[in-house]
């Protein structure tokens, strides 16, 4: 599955490393590097378990999504390939992305209702051309027959960058961040992303689609990072 992902304008050189690549998107020693996520993590947070069993932090204090699937540890050189989609609008990575991915979603437990990208703010939609999740999110929601929904839900406050805030402090950071209008009563919902951090933005959204009646709330996200 991994070979076949992301196909790039000059076919035969790796994104990462220039060496040859063939057809996809990395060579075969950047394939080998990249850090994949064991299967031992909790089913709530995505977090490494010893045995896949959920983690004592969602035990004490659960958080409003109910599962998270991601296939990459945010490190090197995942990394890169995020920060060449965000700042550098290198759209092959999402496609990318979205291949490694569709293998999660196919485990998925149960039938998802509808799909939604995690939104940005209008200002940072405006400075950075596209929303990197929705990226993301349409082909894979076309790939997996799932209704993607682009409209009635939405980022209302422009927040500072989680990644230059303290652990303990992003939750606080994000609250109040958005709003909805869909009904989404009973419904399994997925919400698509490229990286997750501590989890607090996507707990936030959760709260909300929650609030709106969603029955389940699954995190999918390409990467996933670890606290050290």
Known sequence: MMQRAGRTLLPHDCFLCQAFAG?????????TDLPLISATACRICGLPTVDGETCGACLSDPPAFDATRSVFRYAFPVDRLVQALKYRHQLVVAQFFTEALREAAAGLPMAVDRALALPLSEMRLRQRGFNQALEIARPLARQCSWTLSVRGYR????????TSLPWQERHRNVRGAFECDLDLTGKNVVV???VMTTGATLNEFARVLKQHGAAHVTNLVAARAFKD
């Open 23 to 31: 057809n996809g998107l990395l060579c075969e020693g950047c394939h």
């Open 155 to 162: 980022r209302v406050v422009d927040t500072a960058p989680q």
């Open 192 to 194: 698509i992303d490229d």
